[in-house]
């Protein structure tokens, strides 16, 4: 009996250790996205989740998982992993501050809030950098929308169903 309880105990710790750790899910929201950049056009449905720093964004077009979105330290798409530095200047075409595309799919205020006015259903903002960057971003209930129409740069999130 001795034995058997030594060799249940080995395997249950052994499959414990391998086990992948799953992120704690704070939120589970299903939403459309629609980016649109110089060099990307991507449109579909998926989920967005996100828990403490790690965020998660699968946009599914035609049944095909066309995006996966993770981000903690770095981001990775599909797989493959940069810096928040390089992510920005790949999908913004600018040395944004790092956290901005958080920010934007959690529907929160940008730069600090800067230029931030309340409306009755959420907020706008309006920032503009000399020759840089012209961006209109506004959250209400049904979504965000992120635009710089120095860089033609847009992101509309429109948020479906309920969150969980």
């Not at 992510?87 to 934007?104: A, M, R, V």
């Amino acid at each position: 009996m001795y034995r058997f309880f030594i060799m249940f105990a080995g395997i249950m710790l052994f499959f414990s250790a391998c086990s992948v750790k799953e992120q704690n899910i704070e939120t589970s929201q299903p939403v459309k996205l629609l980016v649109k950049t110089p060099s990307l056009k991507l449109s579909g449905i998926g989920f967005y989740k996100r828990g403490g720093k790690y965020a998660n964004l699968q946009i599914f077009s035609g049944g095909v998982a066309v995006l996966d979105y993770k981000s903690a330290g770095n981001i990775c798409i599909n797989d493959k992993c940069m810096t928040r530095g390089i992510f920005n200047e790949k999908l913004f075409l600018q040395p944004h501050y790092n956290e901005l595309i958080d920010d934007i799919l959690a529907q929160k205020p940008i730069y600090k809030s800067h230029n931030l006015t309340k409306t009755d259903s959420g907020f706008f903002q309006h920032i503009a950098e000399a020759e840089e960057f012209d961006i209109s971003y506004e959250v209400n209930k049904s979504g965000a929308e992120f635009s710089d129409l120095q860089n033609s740069v847009i992101i509309q999130i429109t948020k479906l169903g309920k969150e969980q």
